[in-house]
């Protein structure tokens, strides 16, 4: 086997053959012609992707390995590491891009010859982008390193010619970050075209930076730059921003890898914008040593108060009347330990909008994370007297963080603001948005949480919209008498034992198929966990990008949770059908001829089924799909259960509603009576 050959692991063998990692199990014990380890370790080994890809396509498990696949998996097995094997892909995709027919020229050579090519060649492309070598982001690898990524390079190459280099470049960078979830805090696209509108990046030739980059999805939502600078702690991350940017924008890119509050990289910018989401808590952040410098304008910020450090090199950075836009934790509105700083923000014009994110925008994604809005006074004019507070914490969505409505979010969020940006004040919306006096937050406290000052609203519409919520809910209620199953029948005492099936077994038989979900990108409604638990619809989004095709589901799809250790299956409607299947989900589709949809889910659903076929970890409790089981029976009489098992679940689904109306009705007449819009 060639030394720089790339290996895999079983689950990227799984991956590879759309199954799971118990199947790739079983294939090492079942088939004596299965490939040998070639590296790992005993319980976590790895073999030769060439002789996987043979072993696959010899057994009819694959037609062939996929393109994005392959260059994945060569990625993960470079001996230098994903992270620098990515930024070496990153550089030939841009020289790729921007110079085609000298890849197609190098690409002609052999592994070695390019090695020794590609250098130069990257250093003449790379030069234009990032400027000279010495304190770019990107470095040129010498050829003796080159060499071990070569067929790497030339599979991103390769990919390219079928996504296209930024693509191709987006789909690695995706697969990256979701191999390594806990390693990076990761920006949503969608709060960052938040954050680029409340910054007015969208407008074309604006100079933006973002000091504290991560892998450069802020910089990545601003439309029509002139020039993006980032700075970045990891130089791995300053890096993928750098060609992140390069591949998507034709604007001058400079970005740095180091300490922005030690060792700021831009000490003479001055930007028309500011996008910041800085990192959270920190106490090592340069508090003694810093404790004389120039940026602290507004207050030297204390030892636990590093996020106004941000927020004032943020200010140093910009132009006078320039804007700066920093997603904030909650706490930093109203620590006592921050109000001097606040204060003097709010004094001087400084501070214009502080905006309550709904729980689930952002990571942390328990905690309902703050936008501060500030921009940089221009000597001589008068400031603002008020501060916007924008609060939308009621589009917190049922459903975990994918079902959050991100356009609700930025519909509230931007008609607040323009007004308020251009008139420097704006109407008031109970319980949503406010221009506050600022001479009434420079309290003892000021405290500048939204939800503390905004007027509550009206209780869920007044009177009117209760006496509708009750009409529903009586309605409901007799619809639920209705679909309550008839008195059972006590079945014998002994009850005959029938002969029984697995479902791995019916997937080998072909009488189903398993899907696994939670991959794919682009445009569609995701069915998520919580969605199955709580019998709704499909409120999740799917990642921008080229990448996967997402695993749609059809009507007829039983579609059944993996953890937590519950007993749920749901029978996918018409009205469910065409989304994507979300995480920690598994898909089983009956064939029709063979098995009964509601049959399926109505079996599957037994408790001691699901404790026969559960796994349990210290933490949490995984179900085994394919060791649950069903009785063998014929399709008249799979049907005549699966009429029972579809009238359970309308009641059910009956009961859910009810206890919902209920709810809105309770919490409705609780608000009603206390704020005087429902009489006594």
């Known amino acids: 086997m060639p030394e720089n050959a790339a290996e895999v692991t079983a689950a990227g063998i799984a991956r590879l053959a759309g199954v799971g990692r118990a199947a790739v199990s079983n294939w ?83 592994d070695a ?39 790497l390079l030339r599979g991103a190459a390769e990919l390219a010619a079928e996504l296209g280099a930024r693509q191709s470049f987006e789909f690695l960078l995706g697969r990256y970050l979701d191999a390594n979830p806990r390693q990076y805090t990761l920006t949503p696209p969608e709060a960052a075209a938040l954050m680029a509108a409340l910054a007015g990046a969208s407008a074309e030739g604006v100079t933006v930076l973002d000091p504290a980059s991560g892998t450069g999805t802020l910089l990545h939502a601003v439309p029509r730059p002139a020039a993006l600078y980032a700075q970045e702690a990891s130089p791995e991350l300053a890096a993928l921003t750098a060609l992140r940017l390069a591949l998507h924008t034709d604007a001058d890119i400079r970005a740095r890898a180091g300490d922005t509050l ?106 309902p994370l703050h936008i501060w809005v500030l921009r940089k006074p221009v000597p001589g004019e008068r400031t603002s007297p008020e501060l916007l507070l924008v609060d939308t914490a009621e589009l917190s969505p049922r459903g975990g963080r994918e079902g959050l409505d991100w356009g609700a979010v930025q519909s509230s969020v931007l008609d607040a603001w323009r007004p308020f940006d251009r008139d420097g004040t704006a109407e008031e919306r109970p319980g949503v948005s406010r221009a506050m ?23 869920g519409g007044g009177a009117a919209e209760l006496a509708e919520v009750r009409e529903r809910l009586a309605d409901t209620l007799r619809l ?14 002994e009850p005959a034992r029938r002969p029984g099936v697995t479902v791995g077994e019916l997937a080998r038989a072909g009488a189903l198929e398993l899907r696994a979900g939670g991959t794919g990108t682009g445009p569609g409604r995701v069915l998520t966990e919580q969605d199955v638990l709580a019998g709704t619809g499909p409120s999740g989004t799917l990642p921008d990008g080229a990448g996967e095709e997402p695993v749609l589901v059809r009507a007829g799809d039983v579609i059944v949770p993996v953890l937590g250790g519950g007993s749920v299956a ?52 995984r179900l085994d799909v394919r060791r649950l089981q069903l009785p063998r029976l014929p399709l008249a009489d799979q049907r005549r259960y699966g009429e029972q098992f579809r009238a359970l679940a309308a009641f059910e689904d009956a009961l859910r509603r009810v206890g919902r109306l209920g709810e809105k009705m309770v919490q409705g007449m609780y608000d009603g009576l206390t704020d005087g819009t429902v009489a006594t």
């Open 570 to 621: 749901r029978v996918v409607d018409a009205t469910t059908a065409g989304a994507a299947l979300g995480r920690n989900l598994q898909l089983l589709r009956p064939d029709p001829a063979e098995l009964d949809p509601w049959f399926l889910a109505g079996f599957l659903r037994g408790t001691a089924n699901n404790r026969q076929a559960s796994s349990y970890a210290s933490t949490a409790t």
């Open 262 to 367: 030690r060792a700021d990289a831009f000490p003479d910018l001055a930007a028309d914008a500011v996008l910041c989401h800085p990192p959270f808590n920190e106490r090592n952040w340069g508090h003694d040593e810093l404790a004389y410098d120039p940026r602290w304008e507004y207050g030297f910020p204390a030892r636990t108060e590093s996020e106004l450090a941000w927020v004032q090199h943020a200010l140093a950075r910009l132009r006078p009347g320039g804007t700066a836009v920093l997603l904030m934790p909650p706490a930093a509105a109203s620590r006592r330990s921050g109000r001097r700083v606040r204060a003097d923000l709010l004094r001087r014009g400084a501070l214009r909008a502080v905006v309550a994110l709904p729980a689930g925008a952002a990571p942390p994604y328990g905690v």
């Open 437 to 459: 006096p600022v001479i009434e937050l420079l309290d003892d406290d000021v405290d500048l949480a939204p939800a503390r000052h905004l007027p509550p609203p009206a209780a």
């Open 113 to 151: 010859r390019l090695a020794e090519l590609l250098p130069a060649a990257l250093e003449d492309v790379l030069v234009p982008r990032f400027a000279e070598a010495a304190g770019r982001a990107v470095h040129t690898a010498p050829p003796r390193e080159m060499l071990s990524s070569v067929p």
């Open 28 to 110: 090492r014990r079942r088939h004596a012609d299965f490939p040998q380890p070639v590296g790992g370790t005993e319980t976590s080994p790895s073999f030769a992707l060439g002789e996987i890809e043979r072993w696959l396509r010899d057994q009819g498990k694959i037609a062939e390995v996929p393109l994005r696949e392959r260059t994945w998996q060569q990625l993960t097995a470079d001996p230098a590491g994903a992270a620098t094997a990515l930024v070496r892909a990153g550089s030939v995709l841009l020289l790729v891009r921007e110079r085609p027919a000298r890849w197609l020229e190098l690409a002609t050579a052999s």
């Open 480 to 493: 639920t008498v209705e679909l309550t199953p008839s008195p059972v029948r006590p079945g014998p005492s």
